[in-house]
């Protein structure tokens, strides 16, 4: 359904919309206890105003422990449409912001162009193109009016701390972390951006046939527009009916994917949602979305330590690697920061490990649970988390969810194995 007439903008208009459904922020949406009937209202008011509210419905959509688990199956049921096909803008307005960004009549930059959109998302849609040189691609646009919906959406308070607190930030220095946040969404808006992020992931995946980064179309690229080659395979949904041997392989390659990239590169992809993956034979996967990209350059030592002592099985090195990444003071609220590191790394002190819905659930669980103590803590033993962890942690709790819907067991030690060796 095309249904941009109905994006409000300004933050009274966006405030207004969560307000008249008796919702006080993002989060709220997804702790509504009308089951599955508020679960398909929730998906209604995100889908509608797109932008950060569109982004929490799509997180409620597939990360474990998000929702009360007696809600989950009705959100995660409800809200995976929004995940799979978000509300569309029209036609007209999308070919509008082509040619405005291209500078160029549509038809003079593609030899084909389809209006219907391969998919929709919180801040742009995807259709597939041909080039005048006959190459298929997939053109990523920007809604029309998004950028002014996320600023409205960045300058509410309450709905930008639903992030943090969803992600188990409470009292970890909010201030700054939302500072990283509105840096991060506002990134998002800026394809140019996005599009040497792609760059960047293809030069250090370079020479791997498992891991694919997409073509860049550079004169067909701007700020609201980015074309890439067009990637055809199989969607998350069909990776996780097939065959045990097939999902173990891809398993392997997103691990890689994600680790190498922090490991290797310093780098986080921080938007694990499971429309940026297509999956093709062999354990190839196409990873799509670059526009949410951390630096963990400054932590990257840190964490080659933590990997490495994990895969060692070394238990007291870790310790002290998992102390020093999060800045810890001696008190409860470090010893409880390291014990949940451990819980984290379960995949490599226990590999071969089977990442479950469970397991994924009992993380976002945990880090409540040291929020919850931070609030309580001396000011002696409290310690400020790293800003730059929000992100780690929205990589985390979404990547092992979606490991868990692969269902299956591997040697994630073995794959770090490998990755350790390059970096």
């Not at 207004?16 to 679960?39: C, E, K, N, W, Y």
């Not at 998302?121 to 646009?141: F, L, N």
């Not at 007291?316 to 998992?322: D, E, M």
């Amino acid at each position: 359904m095309d249904d941009d007439r109905r994006l409000p903008e300004s933050r009274l208009g966006r405030f207004a919309r969560l307000a008249a459904m008796g919702v006080r922020t993002g989060a709220s949406l997804i702790a509504d206890r009308g089951g599955g009937s508020a679960a398909a209202h929730a998906a209604e008011v995100m889908g509608n105003l797109r932008g950060l509210a569109a982004k929490v419905g799509q997180m409620a959509s597939y990360v474990d422990g998000l929702v009360p688990e007696g809600q989950a199956a009705a959100f995660e049921t409800s809200l995976k449409a929004l995940r799979a096909q978000a509300p569309r803008s029209s036609p007209a307005a999308i070919r509008a912001v082509v040619e405005d960004d291209l500078g160029a009549p549509l038809d003079t930059l593609f030899a084909e162009w389809d209006d219907a959109p391969l998919a929709s998302a919180s801040i742009g849609q995807v259709h597939r193109a041909r080039t005048k040189g006959g190459r298929e691609v997939a053109v990523k646009v920007q809604h029309p009016g998004v950028a002014r919906a996320v600023e409205s959406d960045l300058a509410n308070a309450s709905l930008l701390g639903s992030f943090v607190d969803v992600l188990g930030g409470k009292r970890f220095e909010a201030g700054a972390m939302l500072d990283v946040m509105r840096a991060r969404f506002r990134e998002e808006l800026d394809y140019t951006r996005e599009a040497e992020n792609l760059r960047t992931f293809a030069r250090l995946h370079r020479g791997d046939a498992r891991v694919v980064v997409p073509d860049l179309h550079d004169a067909l690229s701007a700020r609201r527009v980015l074309t890439t080659s067009l990637a055809r395979g199989l969607s998350f949904d069909e990776a996780c009916d097939a065959p045990e041997a097939r999902r173990q392989a891809w398993a392997r390659t997103l691990w890689r994917f994600v680790f190498k990239g922090t490991l290797v590169g310093g780098l986080l992809n921080a938007d694990p949602h499971p429309g940026n993956y297509v999956f093709h034979d062999e354990g190839r996967v196409t990873f799509l979305d670059y526009g949410c990209v951390q630096s963990f350059a400054a932590r990257r030592d840190l964490a080659i330590v933590n990997h490495r002592a994990a895969i060692e099985h070394d238990e007291a090195a870790f310790a002290r690697g998992a102390a020093a990444m999060v800045d810890a003071k001696a008190g409860p609220l470090a010893d409880l920061a390291v014990h949940y590191t451990r819980r984290c790394f379960a995949p490599l002190f226990e590999s071969p490990y089977r990442i479950t819905k469970a397991y994924a659930a009992s993380l976002v669980g945990g880090m409540h649970e040291m929020a919850a103590l931070a609030r309580k803590v001396p000011e002696s033993e409290f310690f400020t988390m790293p800003p730059e962890m929000l992100f780690v942690n929205r990589l985390q709790f979404g990547f092992y969810s979606v490991l868990a819907r692969l269902d299956v067991e591997v040697d994630y030690a073995g794959v770090e194995r490998e990755i350790l060796a390059e970096a």
